[in-house]
């Protein structure tokens, strides 16, 4: 059963830059997408970018140009960097599996729990 | 990028069916994938694909799509079903987006 995991820093203070990891455990990050998605408080989900085991990325256009998603398949984990935070990037941030057997279609089959994010001085 | 629309509320009677719809244009090309997501809990997959549940899902939830509108049918919705629910496709860029969410009341 796989599993997913976060980790990183609850509190970030403005302008800097938020980090956090995700660790995959009872399975490979091989052969899949991995995503991160956000949910400020009371709100809806939003797709923040996945990452392909493989190292190649697509970012959502209005955060991409402080995104950065990494992978490291050595340790089974994949990471967020999100630069230059404002209070609007408080969070919940989650980690997902993506799969995609064609062209038509994506759907994350695993999440981890969710972890708070809160952009404060 | 794309954008999904959802109404976001919708009520059913105990027992009774209940549509729930997510309207892009996105939609005329890729499937969606839905999302259920309880208080404080992360969001669970209960359809993908054409009409697709992972293990675990109750067989009252099924999807469909026809032009730039996909569904997700709750048939004899539970209490249990009292939900948010997020729809979710990718676009041309191979950007994802998600609906607004739709908060389902089972009364």
């Known amino acids: 059963q796989v599993q997913l995991q976060e980790s990183g820093p609850g509190l970030v203070k403005p302008s800097e830059t938020l980090s956090l990891t995700c660790t995959v455990s009872g399975g490979s990050i091989s052969s899949y997408y991995w995503s991160w998605i956000r949910q400020p408080p009371g709100k809806g989900l939003e797709w923040i970018g996945y990452i392909y085991y493989s190292g190649s990325t697509n970012y959502n256009p209005s955060l991409k140009s402080r995104v950065t998603i990494s992978v490291d398949t050595s340790k089974n984990q994949f990471s967020l960097k999100l630069s230059s935070v404002t209070a609007a990037d408080t969070a919940v941030y989650y980690c997902a599996r993506g799969i995609s057997p064609n062209y038509y279609y994506y759907y994350m089959d695993v999440w981890g729990k969710g972890t708070t994010v809160t952009v404060s001085s | 990028s794309s954008e999904l629309t959802q109404d976001p509320a919708v009520s059913v009677a105990l027992g009774q069916t209940v549509r729930i719809t997510c309207q892009g244009d996105?939609?005329?090309?890729?499937?969606a994938s839905w999302y259920q997501q309880k208080p404080g809990q992360a969001p669970v997959l209960v359809i993908y694909g054409k009409n697709n549940r992972p293990s675990g899902i109750p067989d009252r939830f099924s999807g469909s799509s026809s032009g730039n509108t996909a569904s997700l049918t709750i048939t004899g919705a539970q209490a249990e079903d009292e939900a948010d629910y997020y729809c979710?496709?990718?676009?041309?860029?191979?950007?994802?987006?998600f609906g607004g969410g739709t908060k389902l009341t089972v009364l």
């Open positions: 996105s939609l005329r090309s890729y499937y």
């Open positions: 979710n496709s990718r676009d041309s860029s191979g950007n994802h987006v």
